[in-house]
């Protein structure tokens, strides 16, 4: 065995594995999964892939060790097949950065392969109806990575272009009034009567929640948003009918039907 094999036998997948339901991982990702050495990943997401844990062995990580995490992972996939699970898509606010920037910093020459999967966006809106077929933006309100005066003037960017908001990371326990400041920055560009959706545990098996509203009323639900919570802000076109949101795309304008 030649040296650089002896050094890279192994993989990396970094597994995007949905909003948490089994219906909605895709079939890459199951095989990813049945077929590692080693699963690492948070309680949480390990839970919701219990279906798929046979012989695989588990680690558990806990919240706020993502550096270390990506750590680990990199080092046994030098000589094992690892999938390292992250929510949804592994992109979108997901571990795929972190791991190949340690990747890099390390100079690593582990071979990584990103799945991606549903994300919270996707899902938050198949539920709501057709709130995002246009343009939008995702924002998160987290403010642990992100300085609260960038996240401000994303937001004041997003409502004035008139595109269709998608608000992640929306409350947490430290953080409980980010909510009532975007959504305050929100209603200066836009009218009180836009649609919006507050979508909690969206596509899980326990403790889904949908609440359809209008950004003038929205704060009249601020206790039901939490960070296991998406919020969808309409533009300036979209409206409710039967409980669901629509957005037009503008096919309207174009054709008679
Ligand atoms: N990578 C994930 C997002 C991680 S950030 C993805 O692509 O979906 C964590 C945030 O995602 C939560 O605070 C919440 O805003 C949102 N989220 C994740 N899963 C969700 C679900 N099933 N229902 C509603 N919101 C969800």
Redesign the pocket.
């Known amino acids: 065995m030649s040296l650089s094999q002896s050094h890279n036998n192994g993989m990396l997948y970094v597994v ?1 594995i949905g ?2 339901s089994p219906d909605h991982l895709t079939i890459k990702a199951a095989n990813v999964l049945k077929n590692a050495d080693i699963i690492i990943g948070n309680s949480t997401y390990l839970d919701q892939i219990n279906h798929l844990l046979n012989s695989q062995q588990v680690i558990r990580s806990t919240m706020g060790h993502e550096v270390e995490r990506a750590k680990k992972a990199i080092h046994l996939a030098r000589d094992n097949t690892v999938a390292m699970v ?5 992109n ?3 571990m795929a950065g972190l791991v190949l920037e340690v990747a890099r910093h390390e100079n690593s020459q582990v071979d990584i392969e990103i799945v991606p ?1 549903v ?3 996707s ?2 809106a198949s539920l709501l109806g057709a709130p995002v077929v246009t343009d939008f933006a995702v924002i ?1 309100l987290s403010d642990l990575l992100t300085p609260w005066d960038t996240i401000e003037k994303r937001l004041h960017a997003t409502s004035d272009a008139d595109m269709v908001i998608g608000i ?3 409350k947490s326990r430290q953080r409980n009034n980010n909510f009532q400041r975007a959504v305050k920055i929100i209603r200066r560009s836009r009218e009180d009567s836009v649609p919006v959706g507050i ?6 098996s326990e403790g889904e929640s949908v609440i359809v509203t209008t950004l003038g009323k929205v704060l009249e639900y601020n206790d039901e948003v939490d ?4 919020v969808i802000i309409g533009n300036s076109e979209s409206g409710i009918w039967n409980s669901r949101i629509i957005t037009p795309r503008g096919y309207h304008k174009k054709y008679d039907y």
Do not use: E, Q
């Open positions: 995007g909003p948490g992250s929510g949804g898509d592994s979108i606010y997901g999967g994300t919270a966006l899902a938050v998160s992640y990371n929306p979508v909690k545990n969206a596509l899980r960070m296991r919570t998406t």
